[in-house]
């Protein structure tokens, strides 16, 4: 029978999963061109360094078409990963939600490392994401107390014998 609850819970992982890897892709293609610009930039001059830039960013897609042209066709359906059994619920969406739920009020560079951490967690080892989750709710909570202990006045030290001699 048709799962419908299932089926939007697989899509909605699956759009989490699209996105925050698509944000990590453009963040780390934002760095590299930047370096690679003012590398190529020095090297080959100012003319010549936009064309090449954009040379080296369409050599993945030239392979991946090369190697999309060359390869034998696509397995049948009941070998795909769709057609095996999955769990009812996929809790990664949810733990997504909690990690980014989490870092909500933290300066960009700590939410930006943990996404990238959480979005390669979720697709390459999704069983750890739950214990991440933990870890990084622990340590956020954790910072958010630590100014707080910082700013409790301490007790004024006392004078010893060594002080006084001095």
Same mark, same amino acid.
């Given at each position: 029978m048709f799962n419908f609850s299932e089926k939007i819970s697989e899509l909605k992982s699956s759009i989490l999963y699209i !996105?925050?890897? $698509?944000?990590? @892709?453009?963040?780390?293609?934002?760095? =590299?061109?930047?370096? =690679?610009?003012? $590398? @190529?930039? =020095?090297?080959?001059?100012?003319?010549?360094?936009?064309?090449?830039? $954009? =040379?080296?960013m369409l050599v993945p897609v030239i392979i991946h078409l090369?190697?999309?042209a060359f390869s034998p066709d696509r397995p049948t359906k009941a070998n795909t990963l769709s057609s095996q059994a999955r769990p009812a619920v996929d809790p990664s969406g949810a733990l @997504?939600?909690?990690?980014?739920?989490?870092?909500?009020g933290q300066s960009t560079i700590v939410v930006t490392v943990v996404t990238l951490l959480a979005s390669f967690? $979720?697709?390459?080892?999704?069983?750890? @994401?739950?214990?991440?989750?933990?870890? !990084?709710?622990?340590?956020?909570?954790d910072m958010k107390l630590r100014p707080t202990a910082a700013a409790t006045p301490r007790k004024p030290r006392r004078k010893t014998a060594a002080d006084t001699e001095e």
């Amino acid at each position: 029978m048709f799962n419908f609850s299932e089926k939007i819970s697989e899509l909605k992982s699956s759009i989490l999963y699209i !996105v925050f890897l $698509a944000g990590s @892709l453009l963040i780390g293609l934002t760095w =590299l061109s930047i370096g =690679l610009y003012n $590398a @190529l930039k =020095l090297w080959i001059g100012t003319p010549w360094s936009s064309f090449v830039l $954009a =040379l080296i960013m369409l050599v993945p897609v030239i392979i991946h078409l090369l190697v999309k042209a060359f390869s034998p066709d696509r397995p049948t359906k009941a070998n795909t990963l769709s057609s095996q059994a999955r769990p009812a619920v996929d809790p990664s969406g949810a733990l @997504l939600s909690q990690i980014m739920g989490a870092v909500a009020g933290q300066s960009t560079i700590v939410v930006t490392v943990v996404t990238l951490l959480a979005s390669f967690i $979720a697709v390459r080892f999704p069983s750890f @994401l739950g214990m991440f989750a933990q870890v !990084v709710t622990a340590f956020i909570d954790d910072m958010k107390l630590r100014p707080t202990a910082a700013a409790t006045p301490r007790k004024p030290r006392r004078k010893t014998a060594a002080d006084t001699e001095e």
